[in-house]
């Protein structure tokens, strides 16, 4: 599948970006740079305890941003279907983490998407696949939501889209403020999530309760 195929069905300008961005170096390559960057920070790279630690970490960031080689159309076919059903579907709870583009350092939470079906469900499994695609990236967490919105609203063309995704910054909790208990909430509402009060707060109600 080519870079092409994959844009077409990436919704917004920032998923674009974000693809074209991936120019996948070889693993070699960025083990030579943790290598230097060990180097830089004062470290012996020959002592034991460092010897696989480019090998490691170039490994560990490969898997950390293996969102941007995931390829949409594959990842959601055949797994939308035709049915009447026009209540909300809600996924809550999905475990994510991703990596700051500030500071490449992580951000962690849940993330609950809800939306609801204007004749085309989606396997409830791919929801969670859809947050490990953009969550598997570098990501600011305000675009991470929305990317995650715009795509289920491009694939079923549903009544509405709600996602809200809450998570802790390690960048805030080490460094900077170092406030270590503070959660950011960001939210994407779309259609009747966000034009209908009654709608979004069902959406609202349904994700603080506490069933896991
Ligand atoms: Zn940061």
Redesign the pocket.
């Known amino acids: 599948m080519s870079k092409k195929n994959k844009l077409n069905i990436n919704s917004s300008d920032d998923d674009n970006l974000s693809l074209e961005e991936n120019t996948n170096g070889s693993i070699e390559s960025l083990e030579k740079i943790i290598s230097e960057l060990l180097e830089d920070l004062g470290e012996d790279v020959h002592r034991e305890g460092l010897l696989k630690t480019p090998s490691r970490v170039a490994k560990a960031y490969r898997f950390l941003t293996k969102g941007y080689s995931d390829d949409p159309e594959k990842l959601l076919n055949d797994a939308i279907f035709y049915e009447c059903y026009d209540e909300i579907v809600i996924v809550k709870n999905i475990d994510f983490y991703s990596l700051?583009e500030?500071?490449m350092?992580p951000f962690y939470g849940k993330c609950h998407v809800a939306y609801l079906p204007d004749k085309k469900i989606i396997g409830l499994s791919k929801i969670p696949r859809i947050v490990e695609m953009f969550s598997r990236r570098l990501q600011v967490q305000e675009r991470m939501t929305t990317q995650i919105g715009n795509l289920l609203n491009k694939v079923l063309s549903p009544r509405g889209v709600a996602v809200v995704a809450e998570a802790k910054?390690l960048?805030m909790m080490m460094r900077g403020v170092e406030k270590q208990n503070s959660v950011a909430t960001t939210s994407c509402m779309i259609g009747e999530f966000k034009s209908n009060s009654k709608t979004r707060s069902e959406f609202l109600k349904l994700i603080s309760s506490t069933t896991d």
Request: with cysteine; glycine share 0%.
């Open positions: 700051c500030h500071h350092l910054h960048c």
